[in-house]
């Protein structure tokens, strides 16, 4: 098993830029597909991004693409989830994941371990 530790999160203006960590624990990340996820209060889990074992470049949705930065330092075992020019409709809890098999790598459900979760708040 691993485990996910996030931190990072914070109130921030907006057009601010924050990083968020994800720290593993009890296995390494290069075995995992790692993802981010948000969800901002009375809203469904939002897929944010991911990125593949290897060098396999990170995979983001329209929404969030060009403005987050997905990266791994696996001798940190540390996944980063970068974000810049922070908009109101960021703030949200975010979340990391690890998938061991990479099917659907954009569905919530298919990832087998999650962290606790770090809240963002953007101030307008």
């Known amino acids: 098993q691993v485990q996910l530790e996030e931190s990072g999160g914070g109130l921030v203006q907006a057009g601010g830029s924050l990083r968020l960590s994800c720290v593993a ?3 390494t990340i290069s075995e995992y597909v790692m ?5 901002a209060p009375g809203k469904v889990r939002e897929f944010v991004g991911y ?3 290897g ?11 060009g403005r987050f930065t997905i990266s791994r330092d696996n001798a ?3 996944v980063y989830l970068q974000i810049d020019n922070l908009k109101f409709e960021d703030t949200a809890a ?4 690890a998938d061991a098999e990479g ?13 606790q979760g770090t809240q963002v708040t953007v101030s307008s």
């Open 55 to 65: 060098d396999r470049s990170p995979y983001y949705p329209d929404s969030v693409k």
């Open 76 to 78: 940190q075992n540390t």
């Open 35 to 39: 993802a981010w996820f948000r969800q």
């Open 103 to 115: 099917y659907l790598p954009t569905i919530a459900a298919q990832y087998d371990y999650w962290g």
């Open 94 to 97: 975010y979340f990391c994941a």
């Open 25 to 27: 624990s009890g296995r």
């Open 51 to 53: 990125i593949g074992r």
